[in-house]
């Protein structure tokens, strides 16, 4: 069964600061909503807390770059219409 402990070495192992709500939110993720994310075609024989490390990192990325082009945006904006 998962376990966040694992979750949390694995984070540290990897050196990427992955914040509690991510975590949270795989943590309350299905097995089956876990395998959508990651595009599993056979799910059965699969390391769920491996699996649920990539989604958490994945997820992290997202929001950094979700993050990262809003700022760019944002810029773009202000220096094209001002403030």
Avoid: H
Avoid at 22 to 35: G, W
Avoid at 53 to 82: C, S, W, Y
């Amino acid at each position: 069964m998962y376990n966040r402990g694992m979750l949390n070495k694995s984070k540290e192992l990897n050196n990427m600061e992955i914040k509690k709500s991510i975590l949270d939110k795989v943590e309350s993720m299905s097995n089956q909503e876990v395998a959508d994310y990651l595009k599993m075609k056979n799910p059965k024989k699969v390391c769920w807390e491996l699996a649920r490390q990539r989604v958490a990192e994945g997820l992290q990325n997202k929001e950094e770059l979700d993050r990262k082009f809003d700022d760019v945006f944002r810029r773009i904006i202000l220096k094209t219409f001002g403030s």
